[in-house]
Nanobody, 118 residues
């Protein structure tokens, strides 16, 4: 089992920045990819960014150049640095730790609200 605790959400004006954190504990040795997803009201959950244990990153087109995903292996923490925020970035953000080959290793955080005002 892996437990994920998120923090860092809040209210920010358009153009501002926020950093989300996701601290993991438990059997993270089974994990080979981590990511951030978001879900806006009335919409499906969507991928924001992922990072592999090897450090390879992937971003949704809508956040490229504005968001940066990173991880601190010592602190077992995943980050999402968000800059130039837009009102359309408003959503609940979830972190996810998973194994792309073993479906049973798939864990989600509780979600943190990000609200961007215009």
């Amino acid at each position: 089992q892996v437990q994920l605790v998120e923090s860092g959400g809040g209210l920010v004006q358009a153009g501002g920045s926020l950093r989300l954190s996701c601290t993991a504990s438990g059997s993270i040795f089974n994990i080979n990819r981590m990511g951030w997803y978001r879900q806006a009201p009335g919409k499906q959950r969507e991928l924001v960014a992922t990072i592999t244990t090897g450090g390879t990153t992937n971003y949704a087109d809508s956040v490229k150049g504005r968001f940066t995903i990173s991880r601190d292996n010592v602190k077992n923490t995943l980050y999402l640095q968000m800059s130039s925020l837009k009102p359309e970035d408003t959503a609940v953000y979830y972190c996810r730790y998973y194994n792309t080959a073993v479906r049973q290793y798939d864990y989600w955080g509780q979600g943190t609200q990000v609200t961007v005002s215009s």
